[in-house]
């Protein structure tokens, strides 16, 4: 696992960071197959659906969706890694994701048509295809293998919170950052990115000084290491029994 220094960006005031690029292209339906939520469609299925994408890039800390939003697109990860995370009132934050090549988000707000439920921003520079939320509900309705495998996907994402809600309810800051350094260590938790001490505060529920405190008793025990810019975990038996809440 590595861990960096953190970082800072400057926003405007609509916590736009700069403009990003948009750009229609030919798009080779074979790519699509990456996308569960695409791959059951038959060739000729995906070769429709693949002239309504377009390409957007965005910058490393360009917001690409907001909490409350109407629902513009429906995106598609080509590169890059994107975070997807909420604000409390007191602007604390809560990291629920993060994405990589292969995987999609903002598809609540495009078959309900409500708000965005969460903020996007682009972790790194990003390559991502959008369609517009109305066309991928449409598409939706006429392939129900495409609509199946949403369903699929939302009931991934539902156990997956209400996995992270038992943790933020029941588990010690200790027991919880014990747990994000053995799925790091065994690369669970993709896609593969550098993580600052406050990034990792609002993926646990905690903040960026209960983080530092931890690490550095996890260190004193023994049970890792920093190798440079790396965390190393040495004892792994060890770290296990600290997921355990006393």
């Not at 700069?18 to 699509?32: A, D, G, M, P, W």
């Not at 939320?133 to 919170?161: G, K, N, Y």
């Amino acid at each position: 696992m590595i861990v960096e220094a953190d970082r800072k960006t400057s926003k405007d005031q609509d916590g736009r960071e700069s403009e990003t690029r948009e750009k229609q292209v030919t798009i080779n339906h074979q790519t699509l197959t990456q996308f569960p939520i695409l791959a059951a469609l038959d060739d000729d299925a995906r070769q429709k659906v693949a002239s309504y994408f377009h390409e957007r890039t965005f910058p490393s800390g360009q917001t690409i969706a907001l909490e409350g939003e109407h629902c513009g697109k429906v995106y598609f990860v080509i590169r890059g890694v994107v975070r997807v995370y909420r604000l409390s009132r007191e602007g604390r934050e809560q990291v629920l994701a993060r994405l990589g090549p292969g995987e999609a988000f903002n598809f609540v707000p495009a078959l309900d048509g409500g708000p965005g439920r969460a903020s996007v921003d682009a972790l790194t520079k990003v390559t991502l295809y959008a369609m517009p939320c109305e066309r991928f509900r449409r598409i939706a309705r006429e392939h129900q293998e495409v609509a199946l495998a949403v369903a699929e996907h939302l009931a991934a994402q539902v156990r997956r919170l209400s996995d992270m809600v038992e943790s933020l309810a029941l588990h010690t800051i200790r027991a919880r950052l014990a747990r994000f350094l053995l799925a790091q260590a065994e690369g669970v938790q993709q896609p593969s990115h550098r993580w600052t001490q406050a990034e990792i505060a609002a993926h646990i529920g905690t903040v960026r000084e209960m983080v530092g405190r931890t690490l550095r008793a996890f260190g004193a025990a023994g049970l890792i290491r920093r190798q440079g810019g790396q965390i190393v975990v040495v004892d792994r038996e060890g770290l296990e029994q600290e997921t355990v809440d006393a």
